[in-house]
T-cell receptor
Framework: AQSVTQPDIHITVSEGASLELRCNYS??????LFWYVQSPGQGLQLLLK??????LVQGIKGFEAEFKRSQSSFNLRKPSVHWSDAAEYFC???????????FGTGTRLQVFP | ETGVTQTPRHLVMGMTNKKSLKCEQH?????MYWYKQSAKKPLELMFV???????ENNSVPSRFSPECPNSSHLFLHLHTLQPEDSALYLC?????????????FGPGTRLTVL
């Protein structure tokens, strides 16, 4: 069965520092991969997605993610974090023939000034 | 209103109460979803509707009863809930059910069962 693992429950960074959030997936074929962000009191907002092609994907708010098939990973990165990036980040994997998304448990990002 | 809206935003109910959660999408989408978000657990897909027809029920207890009168509206009727049902209930919609279609989420209803 497919699954998504986000090994870091909570990450704290200083404003202006770089960020990398980890995501590993288990799926037999090439999956559809997503990163969503959830700010306090809000629903989930799509940051970026990967279906095929270039393995480095650019998203909104200055985020990017890289698909590495050999490592079954889809890590999210941002070169310089802003205080407004403090939120919870969810990685998700979808299958090609269904709309069902499998979500990870999320990583809470805290940003210090 | 734009996007996906949910009402109420907060709900406190006793175990014998009956209440309903409402979701409305203003995006012209054909598929709608209910998710349950509990602390320290992955989002759990509960129900999927496509063109008003229920296409997935993820072994959800019968005390949760969904209703989709049209492609824009989705309800979750609640009765005789348990304290462990306290969670954030998220509604989402997507253009269709094709694999990888982006889902748009509402802000959720924070439910507390006493």
């Amino acid at each position: 069965a497919q699954s998504v693992t986000q090994p870091d429950i909570h990450i704290t960074v200083s404003e202006g520092a770089s960020l990398e959030l980890r995501c590993n997936y288990s799926y037999g074929a090439t999956p559809y991969l997503f990163w969503y962000v959830q700010s306090p009191g809000q629903g989930l907002q799509l940051l970026l997605k990967y279906f095929s092609g270039d393995t480095l994907v650019q998203g909104i708010k200055g985020f990017e993610a890289e698909f590495k098939r050999s490592q079954s990973s889809f890590n999210l990165r941002k070169p310089s974090v802003h205080w407004s990036d403090a939120a919870e980040y969810f990685c998700a994997v979808g299958r090609t023939n269904t709309d069902k998304l499998i979500f990870g448990t999320g990583t809470r990002l805290q940003v210090f000034p | 209103e734009t996007g996906v809206t949910q009402t109420p935003r907060h709900l406190v109910m006793g175990m014998t109460n009956k209440k309903s959660l409402k979701c409305e999408q203003h995006l012209g989408h054909n598929a709608m979803y209910w998710y349950k978000q509990s602390a320290k657990k992955p989002l759990e897909l509960m129900f999927v509707y496509n063109f008003k027809e229920q296409t997935e029920n993820n072994s959800v207890p019968s005390r949760f009863s969904p209703e989709c009168p049209n492609s824009s509206h989705l309800f979750l009727h609640l009765h005789t809930l348990q304290p462990e049902d306290s969670a954030l209930y998220l509604c989402a919609s997507s253009q269709d059910r094709a694999g990888g279609t982006e889902q748009f989420f509402g802000p959720g209803t924070r439910l507390t069962v006493l």
